[in-house]
């Protein structure tokens, strides 16, 4: 078995297939493949484990399957590795019918004898729901996405009926539930390839050298410099079109948009805003905007004594100029925020009441809340562009002047990412700018896994808010069969969000691509990037 990702003490070390640094040749990348930008680097290849970056954006859905996937305009379920599906009257037991002969990659470390079948479905969900199952704890065993839509209360049990037939028991009816197993973390891994690490005593590699069913395959891997993924040819929907695609993972900022317009670089993911007008210019390259589900907010620590008090999140919320904001660092992608739902969410309801700039309001309750003298809070701020935020740093500066503008002095607190799962390590953070990507087009995929108390209790609910009112229309909302009953409940959700501000919505911000004009194929989502398997090079 050749080796070439360590994985020690739940990190990557260095352990590659190629030196460490070398340059990655461009020319000889162009004939059979492309280069794609723009993100960091993996904290691990396993998109069970995290619930954002590089890994269940953009690499999952060329590593992995799963047994659904979310139609592009619809948003609603459809089939992928289960090729239809059962659902009893009660909504509580589900039954997939499997594809056949759905191969997995062969890769430098592992040879499959075998086809995809149930048992790799019921390891691959029950490694998530079972602590009694040998890969449970291998590496941080946190599972923080499902965590956060209370996954592992949902599930009850996944059994193999068959060869080809699997049946999910859930504790309760669950209307989002078909939804969440359509996205880039409900992946299905190999039972074959995990029995051989556990016998081997390499449990870790399952997460380090992944093996799915994908169109690519992990070929090699420098930490910080690239990951290269190469062509799948048993990929079960037809043989990509590109033989490799690598990601350069070296730098940020400019520096990628040089590459770009250099061409060392074919794909620039999230451009920061103020390059649009330089990439639009330049006749070699194709910008594409999509909408995006997702939203820009600060959350706000509630376990401050000062925000504990729903007047001072109020304030917040009325000090901060979102107008502003758009012209500074959206350049006309973006759209101001009236409810954490974005406009294209059909239970979206739009506030302007609660939700609008109004510097006299905030500081009358600023000093009805004892706080005349004014404030001092931090906020922490990720370097890192996001769809829903293109220049968190400047997001940040006009925020903390719009703060500063009612009295509250702002300290800035910048790092890399922001990683939810850290929480408990930054007590000493009052605010934090970050925002929310859904990955499917449910409402339950913004509100549960943000601020409902079952995401507070696993520490992962970012203003450590708790309301029971909230969490039980929640909760109903995914049990009533009527659509005009589910609207009514997350209307209400909505308004006490909007009384009680543990997140204040800034602004929606579109998916941004920049491209050379000599690819095409390119699928359109507003989630997570698409399997580039049909993406191939004209001219």
């Given at each position: 078995?050749?080796?070439?990702?360590?994985?020690?003490?739940?990190?990557?070390?260095?352990?590659?297939?190629?030196?460490?640094?070398?340059?990655?040749?461009?020319?000889?990348?162009?004939?059979?493949?492309?280069?794609?930008?723009?993100?960091?680097?993996?904290?691990?290849?396993?998109?069970?484990?995290?619930?954002?970056g590089i890994t269940p954006?953009?690499?999952?859905?060329?590593?992995?399957?799963?047994?659904?996937?979310?139609?592009?305009?619809?948003?609603?379920?459809?089939?992928?590795?289960?090729?239809?599906?059962?659902?009893?009257?009660?909504?509580?037991?589900?039954?997939?019918?499997?594809?056949?002969?759905?191969?997995?990659?062969?890769?430098?470390?592992?040879?499959?004898?075998?086809?995809?079948?149930?048992?790799?479905?019921?390891?691959?969900?029950?490694?998530?729901?079972?602590?009694?199952?040998?890969?449970?704890?291998?590496?941080?065993?946190?599972?923080?996405?499902?965590?956060?839509?209370?996954?592992?209360?949902?599930?009850?049990?996944?059994?193999?009926?068959?060869?080809?037939?699997?049946?999910?028991?859930?504790?309760?009816?669950?209307?989002?539930?078909?939804?969440?197993?359509?996205?880039?973390?409900?992946?299905?891994?190999?039972?074959?390839?995990?029995?051989?690490?556990?016998?081997?005593?390499?449990?870790?590699?399952?997460?380090s050298h992944p093996v799915?069913?994908?169109?690519?395959?992990?070929?090699?891997?420098?930490?910080?410099?690239?990951?290269?993924?190469?062509?799948?040819?048993?990929?079960?929907?037809?043989?990509?079109?590109?033989?490799?695609?690598?990601?350069?993972?070296?730098?940020?900022?400019?520096?990628?948009?040089?590459?770009?317009?250099?061409?060392?670089?074919?794909?620039?993911?999230?451009?920061?805003?103020?390059?649009?007008?330089?990439?639009?210019?330049?006749?070699?390259?194709?910008?594409?905007?999509?909408?995006?589900?997702?939203?820009?907010?600060?959350?706000?620590?509630?376990?401050?004594?000062?925000?504990?008090?729903?007047?001072?999140?109020?304030?917040?919320?009325?000090?901060?100029?979102?107008?502003?904001?758009?012209?500074?660092?959206?350049?006309?992608?973006?759209?101001?925020?009236?409810?954490?739902?974005?406009?294209?969410?059909?239970?979206?309801?739009?506030?302007?009441?609660?939700?609008?700039?109004?510097?006299?309001?905030?500081?009358?309750?600023?000093?009805?809340?004892?706080?005349?003298?004014?404030?001092?809070?931090?906020?922490?701020?990720?370097?890192?562009?996001?769809?829903?935020?293109?220049?968190?740093?400047?997001?940040?500066?006009?925020?903390?002047?719009?703060?500063?503008?009612?009295?509250?002095?702002?300290?800035?607190?910048?790092?890399?990412?922001?990683?939810?799962?850290?929480?408990?390590?930054?007590?000493?953070?009052?605010?934090?700018?970050?925002?929310?990507?859904?990955?499917?087009?449910?409402?339950?995929?913004?509100f549960r896994p943000l601020?409902?108390?079952?995401?507070?209790?696993?520490?992962?609910?970012?203003?450590?808010?708790?309301?029971?009112?909230?969490?039980?229309?929640?909760?109903?909302?995914?049990?009533?069969?009527?659509?005009?009953?589910?609207?009514?409940?997350?209307?209400?959700?909505?308004?006490?969000?909007?009384?009680?501000?543990?997140?204040?919505?800034?602004?929606?911000?579109?998916?941004?691509?920049?491209?050379?004009?000599?690819?095409?194929?390119?699928?359109?989502?507003?989630?997570?990037?698409?399997?580039?398997?049909?993406?191939?090079?004209?001219?």
């Open positions: 078995m050749k080796v070439f990702i360590q994985f020690t003490l739940g990190l990557f070390s260095l352990g590659l297939l190629a030196g460490c640094g070398e340059e990655i040749d461009h020319d000889k990348i162009r004939q059979k493949g492309f280069v794609y930008c723009g993100q960091g680097g993996p904290d691990t290849f396993n998109p069970q484990l995290v619930d954002s954006e953009t690499l999952s859905p060329q590593l992995f399957n799963t047994l659904l996937t979310l139609d592009n305009k619809t948003y609603q379920p459809k089939p992928s590795l289960a090729s239809s599906w059962q659902v009893n009257q009660q909504g509580t037991e589900y039954i997939f019918e499997l594809r056949k002969n759905v191969q997995f990659q062969t890769t430098a470390w592992f040879t499959p004898s075998r086809a995809m079948n149930a048992d790799d479905v019921v390891f691959s969900f029950r490694r998530i729901i079972d602590s009694t199952n040998p890969f449970h704890y291998v590496g941080s065993g946190l599972y923080p996405w499902f965590s956060g839509i209370d996954f592992q209360n949902l599930v009850v049990d996944v059994v193999a009926l068959s060869k080809h037939r699997v049946k999910f028991t859930l504790s309760r009816p669950d209307n989002s539930f078909l939804s969440n197993i359509a996205t880039s973390h409900a992946v299905i891994l190999s039972k074959e390839y995990a029995g051989q690490l556990e016998i081997s005593d390499e449990k870790g590699m399952l997460d799915g069913t994908g169109p690519f395959y992990l070929a090699e891997y420098q930490v910080n410099d690239l990951i290269r993924l190469k062509r799948h040819n048993g990929y079960w929907g037809g043989s990509p079109k590109m033989d490799q695609v690598v990601f350069d993972i070296s730098q940020r900022g400019t520096g990628t948009l040089a590459k770009l317009l250099r061409k060392e670089c074919d794909v620039l993911n999230s451009p920061l805003s103020s390059q649009l007008p330089i990439i639009e210019k330049n006749e070699h390259v194709e910008l594409t905007a999509k909408p995006a589900m997702n939203i820009s907010f600060v959350a706000v620590n509630t376990s401050h004594p000062a925000l504990n008090d729903a007047r001072v999140r109020k304030a917040l919320n009325y000090a901060i100029n979102r107008q502003n904001i758009l012209d500074s660092v959206y350049y006309g992608t973006g759209s101001q925020a009236y409810s954490v739902l974005p406009p294209s969410s059909w239970a979206y309801h739009k506030d302007a009441v609660h939700i609008r700039y109004d510097r006299n309001y905030a500081i009358a309750l600023l000093r009805e809340a004892g706080y005349s003298k004014g404030l001092e809070l931090t906020m922490s701020v990720p370097l890192e562009p996001k769809a829903y935020n293109p220049s968190p740093r400047k997001t940040a500066e006009l925020i903390q002047a719009n703060l500063a503008d009612v009295g509250i002095k702002l300290k800035l607190m910048t790092d890399d990412r922001f990683d939810r799962s850290n929480l408990s390590e930054n007590t000493y953070i009052d605010l934090y700018l970050t925002g929310w990507s859904a990955h499917t087009g449910d409402p339950d995929n913004f601020l409902s108390c079952d995401s507070k209790r696993a520490g992962l609910n970012v203003s450590s808010w708790c309301n029971p009112d909230f969490d039980f229309l929640l909760d109903l909302a995914l049990e009533v069969d009527k659509p005009r009953y589910r609207l009514n409940l997350y209307k209400q959700a909505q308004n006490i969000l909007n009384e009680e501000f543990p997140v204040i919505p800034l602004n929606h911000g579109m998916q941004m691509q920049a491209h050379d004009r000599s690819l095409q194929g390119f699928k359109v989502s507003p989630f997570n990037a698409q399997p580039f398997d049909t993406v191939e090079r004209v001219q």
